[in-house]
C-alpha cells in the first residue's frame, strides 16, 4: 500500500531495511541532478513572490492532499506562512466551505524538485510537517520512502524542526535513523489528537490503528 486507504501496513520488512546505511550514506555522499521540472519551477516562482509580500516564517506542510492540515496550521500558527504542497492538482481543487486564511498558500509541485529549489534560495522553514502517508511498505520500494530518496539530504537542510506522523511505527523508526546517520537525534513516539487535522490521520484513528510521530530539530 503506498497510500490511499485505512488499511493497516502490511509489510515484508520486519526490521529497518538492511541496506537503509548505504543507501542514506551515499545520498549525501552525491549530488541529486534530476532537472526540475517546469511546473515546479513556476510554481515555486509563484510561491516565493506571495512569501515576499510579507515577513514571516515559514511552514511547510509537505504531501498535504486537500490542504486540510494546512488550513488548520494557518489557523493553528497565524503569524506563519503555511505553504502546503501536493503533487496532485485534484486533491488541492477540491473545494472547501470554510474561508482560507490569509496565511495559507497551496501549490502543486513535485516535492523532490520544490526541495531542492528551497535550498537553493537559502529559504529557513521553521516547522515542516509530513503528515501520513507514502510508506511504500514493501522492502524493494525503500528507495521511495522520503528516507531513503535522494532529496533526504535537501530535507534536512531546510530547517528549524520536523514533525512526521504515520501508522507505520517502523517508517518513522527508519526516518530517525536516517536522521542518526545526519548526526541528529530525534523523538519517536504515540500520537493522540483531539481533533483530527488530515482525512488520513482521521480514518487511520476510526479503524483502531495506532499512530506515531516523529519529531526532530535540525541543525542547520
Known amino acids: 500500500m503506498s497510500e490511499g486507504n485505512s488499511r493497516v501496513i502490511e509489510s515484508n520488512q520486519d526490521g529497518i531495511h538492511e541496506d537503509l546505511t548505504d543507501i542514506v550514506n551515499k545520498h549525501f555522499a552525491t549530488k541529486f541532478l534530476k532537472p526540475f521540472a517546469e511546473h515546479t519551477k513556476q510554481a515555486f516562482a509563484e510561491v516565493e513572490a506571495q512569501l515576499a509580500s510579507k515577513s514571516m516564517p515559514i511552514i511547510f506542510d509537505s504531501c498535504c492532499g486537500v490542504g486540510d492540515s494546512s488550513r488548520a496550521l494557518a489557523n493553528l500558527y497565524p503569524n506563519h506562512w503555511v505553504v502546503g504542497i501536493d503533487k496532485s492538482a485534484d486533491r488541492l481543487s477540491r473545494e472547501r466551505d ?28 521553521d516547522k515542516h510537517f509530513i503528515l501520513y ?3 511504500w ?34 517508517y518513522l523508526e527508519e526516518f530517525a535513523y536516517a536522521l542518526k546517520l545526519a548526526g541528529m537525534d530525534s523523538e519517536l513516539k504515540p500520537y493522540q489528537f483531539e481533533t483530527a487535522i488530515t482525512p488520513f490521520e482521521q480514518k487511520y484513528h476510526n479503524s483502531g490503528q495506532p499512530l506515531w510521530q516523529l519529531t526532530a530539530e535540525l541543525y542547520n
Do not use: M
Open 133 to 135: 502517508p507514502n510508506p
Open 137 to 170: 511498505p514493501k522492502s524493494a520500494h525503500v528507495k521511495r520512502r522520503w528516507h531513503g530518496s535522494a532529496v533526504f539530504p535537501e530535507i534536512i537542510k531546510l530547517g528549524k524542526t520536523i514533525e512526521l506522523r504515520s501508522n507505520w511505527k517502523l
Open 98 to 125: 470554510n474561508n482560507e486564511p490569509d496565511n495559507l498558500i497551496l501549490a502543486r509541485a513535485d516535492l523532490n524538485d520544490f526541495y531542492r529549489l528551497a535550498v537553493q534560495a537559502n529559504w529557513q522553514v
